[in-house]
């Protein structure tokens, strides 16, 4: 999933718990829950610079709008897991060396499936998550 999926989601239970405990390990629960749902990943760093613009962007709207500590800790929790495979991806870029880095996070490391699904799906079911996530936490928002 792209991180402002992540952070959107991560942001919104983070909210309706009102904790900031509670919000971390929701947030980071939510990686692998999403992790597992079909979608699509990027694989150019453009688009990982776009997605972390996207995430800033989010973040600074949900301030404004009030949002509290609990929830950008869940955000924040729930792209936490990325930066490993960003570090991944950024090491292979500059080391053209054939060997395999390990993944930790079960999502990315393949104890918990990581489903996949092709553009414009993958883009469509992120966009559907979210709505299914505000949609069923909105009576806490108000």
Sequence with gaps: MY?????S???????????????????????????VIPHSDYSKIIFGVSDLAAVAAVACVSI?????????????????????VAVVHLRMARD???CKHRLFFPSHSGLVRHGRLSLPWGVITQIATVVVVWTALRGAFM
């Design 96 to 98: 053209r060396a054939s």
């Design 64 to 84: 404004r709008a009030g949002a509290g500590a609990p929830a950008l800790i869940g955000g924040l929790a729930a792209i936490l897991p990325d930066l490993e």
């Design 9 to 35: 989601v991560g942001l919104m239970l983070g909210q309706a718990v009102g904790n900031s405990y509670a919000a971390c390990a929701l947030g980071l629960a939510s990686h692998v829950v999403l992790d």
């Design 3 to 7: 991180a402002v999926t992540h952070f």
